[in-house]
């Protein structure tokens, strides 16, 4: 479980988390929705140790993460997958490459049970015959999914998603949403998500909070946060100018 | 008044910062280099990158700069009745100064931009971010062998350069200007001293850590997008053959 506590950061005295309190439990789906530039993306880069905060806390199972040293979060980090919002494969590799990487990197493996594993997690995200391709060569829809593959290519604990719809076609999106449940329900692991994809959201979504102006101010299941009167989530759920959110 | 106070003050700033941080990574990039696993693959891909593939620039570069050095010191040398000086001339001036200083102009301008603006669109893009994730140390994996790649070719596209500039000279100074050829092979083998060559070797080793280091402290910190992607390749360049010909006077002044 990953419980964050009174999460603090600041750039150059813009206050972009200012106390965020926050629980993730094990094999489910959390999706934290908020505006764009409210820190979402801030936050989940704190989960896996990719920024540390001004004060506050970010246990996993008990333990830390923003005290660790570098040797001990790379440790941690092999629990966890991330799929960027841009995918981030690294575009002088093949799509085999991508995915081969972290596991050439961590597993002693064989090529042969290598190329098994690759064609296995590809397979996963519905993808096939694509392993030679290059990055540029891909659609966006399939970047996501190599990104995916990637990710889940160690068999993480727990896989972190940054807009995993930002840039595509409705359809798409809900092809990506759909891949998210599954392979969610076929690792059991846990995901977490930070997305403004409202529909996304409430398809996959075991539970949501709302990070605003640097606080989470609602959180709950699906059902709850659609009957909740809070009057930030309702304009922000419901998409409208008018209301407590000011648009700057 | 204050106001001028004030820009010398970030402008130190900004120098204090720079310096301080290519310090650090080159500090790290160094220990890195002794952890285990050894990334030699990649070493070997960017020496590929950066040696193999400049060559074509060097030996047009030297070849090039020796024959013109032949006939501008052959103009000079005549009123003093010294023609036979060319050979040695361009010999040492090759070796001690321009095949290191002109290789690590060269090399800078077409690798170091590369480097910087590979690792910058790694930046922008998000695939450092994705290797801290993956738990693989992005100075380990990137700039490691980047540097390291940069000090063991650079002496060796200085040779290729001083030998091509040699024969640059040779051409000119003997089948142009009518130098007797054993005069001209002898007089550089008098005056030339193995020392002169590995000094210059030496230099050439300094000026491949400084572009590569500063290719890719800028490519590793650049922010902004596609523009800040431009900028790190320009302050790469800029800044590598500055410091490159800044450190070549120090090192002169050591060395000879």
Same mark, same amino acid.
């Given at each position: ?91 002088s ?11 050439? %990197? ?38 996501? #999914?190599?990104?995916? &593959?990637?990710?889940? *290519? ?8 940054? %807009? ?20 969610? #329900? ?35 299941? $699906? ?13 922000? !759920? ?11 | 008044?204050?106001? !001028? ?41 960017q020496?590929?990158f950066v040696?193999?593939k400049s !060559? ?6 030297? &070849?090039?700069?020796?024959? $013109? ?12 009745? *010294? ?24 090399v800078t301008g077409r690798a170091g931009s590369a480097m910087a603006t590979e690792l910058g669109t ?12 993956? *738990? ?10 980047r540097?390291?790649a940069? $000090? ?39 005056? $030339? ?18 572009l590569s280091?500063?290719a890719c402290?800028?490519g @590793? ?8 992607v431009?900028?790190a390749a320009?302050?790469s360049v800029?800044?590598g ?8 006077? @120090? ?6």
């Open positions: 479980m990953i419980k964050i506590i009174d999460l603090k950061k600041s750039f150059n005295s813009k206050k972009v988390l200012d106390g965020v309190n926050l629980e993730m439990e094990k094999g489910k789906i959390t999706v934290i929705i908020g505006r764009s530039g409210e820190g979402k993306s801030v936050l989940i880069k704190h989960i896996i140790g990719l920024l540390k905060p001004d004060s506050g806390d970010v246990l996993l199972d008990g333990q830390d993460i923003t005290k660790m040293t570098e040797r001990e979060l790379n440790e941690v980090r092999r629990r966890f997958g991330m799929l960027f919002q841009g995918a981030a494969l690294f575009d590799m093949t799509v085999a490459e991508n995915v081969a990487f972290p596991l050439r %990197e961590h597993a002693e493996m064989s090529e042969v049970a290598l190329k098994k594993v690759i064609i296995e997690k590809l397979r996963l995200v519905g993808l096939k015959n694509v392993e030679n391709m290059m990055p540029a060569d891909l659609s966006g829809g399939m970047k996501k #999914r190599v990104g995916l &593959a990637r990710a889940v *290519a160690m068999d993480p604990e727990i896989v972190l998603f940054d %807009e995993p719809t930002t840039g595509l076609d409705p359809v798409m999106s809900d092809n990506v949403a759909t891949l998210i449940l599954d392979t969610q #329900r076929n690792l059991k692991t846990t995901y977490i998500v930070i997305t403004h994809d409202i529909p996304l959201t409430y398809k996959i979504a075991d539970k949501i909070a709302m990070l605003h102006e640097g606080r989470i101010v609602e959180q709950g299941d $699906v059902d709850y946060m659609k009957s909740c009167p809070n009057p930030i989530l309702r304009q922000f !759920l419901e998409g409208k100018a008018e209301g407590p959110i000011k648009v700057i | 008044m204050r106001e !001028l106070f004030e820009i010398i003050g970030k402008w130190a700033g900004r120098v204090v910062n720079t310096s301080g941080g290519m310090a650090l990574m080159l500090f790290q990039a160094f220990i890195w280099l002794f952890v285990p696993p050894l990334k030699l693959r990649n070493a070997f891909r020496m590929e040696g193999v !060559l074509f620039v060097v030996i047009l570069t030297g &070849a090039f700069t020796g024959a $013109v050095l032949a006939l501008q010191s052959y103009n000079a040398l005549k009123r003093f009745g *010294a023609e036979s000086l060319v050979g040695p001339t361009v010999a040492l001036s090759m070796a001690r100064e321009l095949g290191p200083v002109l290789t690590g102009l060269m790694m930046r922008v893009t998000e695939q450092i971010d994705a290797l801290y994730t993956m *738990a693989v140390n992005p100075i380990k994996y990137l700039v490691s062998p540097i390291l940069g $000090v063991l070719m650079m002496p060796v596209l200085a040779v290729v350069t001083d030998f091509v500039g040699v024969l640059g000279g040779y051409f000119v100074g003997v089948k142009m200007l009518g130098i007797n050829s054993g005069v001209y092979i002898g007089r550089t083998v008098d005056f $030339v001293k193995p020392h002169d060559i590995f000094d210059g070797l030496i230099k050439a080793s300094v000026f491949g850590l400084i280091l500063v402290y800028h @590793f910190n650049t922010m902004g997008g596609a523009a800040g431009g900028e320009t302050k800029v800044l053959c500055v410091l490159i010909l800044v450190a070549d006077y @120090f090192l002169t002044s050591v060395m000879f």
